[in-house]
């Protein structure tokens, strides 16, 4: 026996929390992504414990298409990033401001 | 073993699509026409393919896969976007001639994820088609020939597509360890027990996040404005139809699984319908460039749509699905006159349409009739669009959002009208040429003009097959 | 409590601290530093709750080659610690929002579900098991994400490729 479901879900949520505040707080392209990172490690963690929770391997398996999501996601990203950057010379968002309502 | 695979031929149809691309893109020297007439061929195809495959039944791959009149419909609406997309494609001026393979390549994919998005009854499948598709349409934004407006949307489009797509992936956590299984016909069974826990409500809630920023519902919103103007015409034109249809799609079969029965989940899509309608409209107003409008019109159709789906009822259900229709052709409309305008490419604004009664008599007489539709304005498809869905909604008796929707519609007409003003009334500051308009570009805009004013009028055979589909969900 | 249920708080603990100290250093370096501990943390918890397959990706694939990427990255640019800025009231305002709703929220959730108090039992899938349901039952998204790496590959071939197209022609043969 390990612990409750509860703490498993709270411990992720709270991941899962810093993972948005990461994404929306830090001005700065790379650490938005790292955020979207922390934020679907939280996700997975929390399958693999409902995978646990009742036995079923599903949830594991949803884990590893996380692994697979998460490493096209930096590709593209980060591939991104590094054109945005050797045009404009920046990491900031507040920089990419052509496009203003 | 064979009838099994001919459930699965408009996919295998877009694979082979892909595959074709992917090996043109291999090619060393760039000849777009030979892209073109390709991409048209097969795409025109693709539309056969998956109207000749409408009435097939039948599960695939251990249940994760349903092949029913829903999906099957949403698979010809989707083809149909793709092809009218292609047919845009004649001077595709905003992308640079040797990537053209890779821009219907990357079409192509997202065509094929979103039809498949339309047939999973489960919910990883589900999970991994939807990214599939927003990864094409991440690298579509920035493949337009820059001026550093296409690197700023796609960044842009990423991070919060990339950040909804976590919180949905979050939903999906507490779902699944709520039901503990991921196949919708078992959550159907499990969750409206369960539905008045938050845990379940919240789940559901968090998933429909990642739908609600493919159709730009209002907390998710911000997106559309930037990338509808940053990207090019043509991709912008597939963001704004196919993409839009497919989540429509996929948030009637994941509202559906609530059973009508919370509350809350109501209350919740009342509220953000009403926030998508105001603001959209609201902003829509002060719109100089034309895509900019059209995104903001968006953002307050996908209001619209949401009425139809809250109402959670088969009529609800079956009028969402003729508007998504209604939707397709009248913004392709819209979009085709903003395409032949700015034939250079370039972002088109409003200003510029000035005079275009005289430059090109038929594209004004199109851009008013698409316009007027989604003003909502009979005898247009929009209207009656807008009426089957409000009257959805009155029969659930949401008197009040109705009453607020209906305002909407009313500002809303206010910038519609500015446009047909610039096209009909404004004259430009020095004298344009005529817009060349070519034989075949004359033959599309005369059958989306048909279309919208025939199925405005008489809409019951669509209707009728709409009806069919809603049932599937119930 | 017993020695799993320790060992789950220690992990959480340090999970949690790593984490924190990651989003919040200047120095995008330390970050991932600060990452891949949390990461690793990650993986034994993995393997805490019987997923020894996922643990090990989880060190290859995230610790490993996601966060040795982001070096890369980092390093090519030359990002500058002092180019960071800090952030701003107006900047830390939706953040701090955002992220007390969802802890409120989350804790409705946790304390409200009937469910939760399960004690979970230890269990362990053996990767010959997890292969098998993977690709009997889970074929087709199999083939999709192997189809979204192939888009993402194209993609970032093709990011990479148009910046040496403009950034001068000397380098257009290596293109």
């Known amino acids: 026996m390990i612990v409750p479901y509860s703490h498993i879900l709270m411990f992720a949520g709270i991941l899962f929390a810093m993972g948005i505040f990461c994404a929306v707080a830090r001005r700065n392209l790379i650490m938005m992504l790292i955020g979207v990172e922390i934020m679907l490690n939280a996700a997975g963690l929390a399958f693999v414990a409902a995978a646990l929770r009742w036995q079923q391997l599903e949830g594991q398996v949803f884990v590893l298409f996380i692994f697979a999501i998460a490493a096209a996601e930096v590709s ?15 990491l900031d968002p507040e920089t990419y401001n052509i496009l203003r309502w | 073993m064979m009838n099994v695979w001919t459930l699965f031929i408009p996919e295998l149809y877009c694979l082979l699509m892909a595959v074709v691309f992917f090996g043109l893109a291999m090619s060393a020297r760039p000849n777009p026409r030979r892209d073109y007439f390709a991409a048209l061929f097969m795409a025109g195809v693709g539309v056969v393919v998956a109207l000749a495959c409408v009435r097939l039944e039948g599960t695939l791959f251990f249940e994760a896969y349903r092949v029913d009149l829903f999906s099957q419909v ?111 016909v078992e959550i159907i069974h499990v969750l409206p027990g369960v539905i008045g826990t938050p845990a379940a409500i919240v789940g559901l809630l968090l998933v429909l996040c990642g739908f609600f920023f493919k159709l730009a519902v209002f907390p998710f919103h911000f997106w559309a404005p930037d990338v509808y103007q940053g990207a090019a015409n043509q991709v912008t034109a597939y963001i704004a139809t ?98 032949k305008v700015s034939h250079d490419g370039s972002d088109l604004k409003i200003a510029q349409l000035a005079g275009l009664h005289r430059r090109a008599p038929l594209l004004a ?51 519609y009208i500015l446009v047909v003003k610039a096209a009909y009334l404004m004259e430009p500051d020095e004298e344009l040429p005529r817009l060349p308009v070519s034989i075949p570009t004359k033959v599309l805009t005369v059958a989306l003009v048909t279309a919208m004013v025939v199925f405005g009028v008489a809409p019951s055979y669509l209707l009728e097959v709409a009806r069919a589909a809603a049932r599937m969900l119930m | 409590m017993t020695v799993y249920g320790a060992v789950f708080y220690i992990l959480a ?29 990650s993986a034994m918890l993995y393997y805490l709750f019987g997923a020894p397959l996922l643990a090990a990706l989880e060190i290859i694939i995230y610790a490993g080659a996601i966060m040795v990427l982001f ?17 701003t009231l107006r900047q830390w305002l939706p953040a701090g929002v955002l992220g007390l709703i969802y802890v409120a929220v989350a804790i409705l959730v946790v304390t409200t579900d009937p469910g939760s108090q399960t004690i979970l039992e230890t269990a362990l899938a053996r990767p010959r098991v997890f292969g098998r349901f993977l690709f009997q039952r889970y074929w087709l998204s199999v083939e999709i994400v192997s189809f979204l790496l192939l888009i993402a590959l194209v993609g970032a071939l093709y990011l990479g490729k148009a910046f040496v197209k403009e950034g001068g022609d000397q380098k257009e043969d290596q293109s």
């Open chain 1, 76 to 90: 593209v990203g980060l591939a991104l990033i590094v054109y945005a950057y050797r045009r404009t010379g920046s």
């Open chain 2, 74 to 184: 949403f698979k010809v609406m989707l083809a149909m976007g793709f092809f009218l997309v292609v047919c845009l494609c004649t001077e595709l001026n905003g992308i640079e001639e040797r990537h053209h393979p890779e821009f219907y390549l990357f079409l192509t994919t997202c065509t094929l994820a979103m039809m498949m998005l339309v047939s999973s009854v489960e919910l990883l499948t589900i999970y991994v088609a939807l990214e599939l598709s927003s990864y094409s349409l991440y690298i579509l934004v920035p493949l337009r020939r820059g001026h550093g407006v296409d690197v700023e949307a796609g960044i842009k489009y990423l991070m919060v597509g990339a950040c909804a797509s976590a919180v949905m992936l979050f939903g999906l956590s507490y779902v699944f360890g709520v039901t503990h299984t991921t196949y919708l």
């Open chain 2, 242 to 339: 196919a993409s839009k249809v497919a989540a429509v799609a996929i948030i009637m079969r994941v509202v559906a699984l609530s059973g009508g029965s919370s509350k809350y989940l109501v209350d919740m899509l009342v509220t953000l319908s009403i926030a998508s309608m105001t603001l959209g409209n609201l902003v829509a107003i002060v719109q100089k460039d034309m895509k900019r409008l059209l995104a903001y019109s968006s953002i307050s159709h996908a209001g619209y749509v949401l009425i139809g789906i809250l109402s959670m009822s088969a009529t609800g259900y079956a009028s969402a699905i003729f508007y998504a229709l209604a939707y397709l052709v009248m913004n392709l409309c819209c979009f085709l006159v903003v395409v």
């Open chain 2, 365 to 415: 007489m199109a851009l008013m009739l698409a316009v007027f539709g989604l003003a909502g304005i009979p005898p247009t498809i929009g209207f009656t669009g807008k009426f089957l869905v409000f009257a959805a909604a009155m029969e659930k008796g949401y008197v009040a959002l109705v009453i607020i929707a209906m305002i909407n519609a009313t500002i809303s007409l206010y910038y």
């Open chain 3, 13 to 41: 603990g340090v999970i949690l601290i790593a984490t924190g100290l990651a989003i919040t250093r200047r120095n995008l370096v330390h970050s991932i530093v600060y990452l891949v501990i949390s990461f690793f943390g």
């Open chain 3, 71 to 87: 070096l890369f990255i980092i390093m090519m640019l030359r990002v500058e610690p002092s180019a960071l800025r800090k952030p």
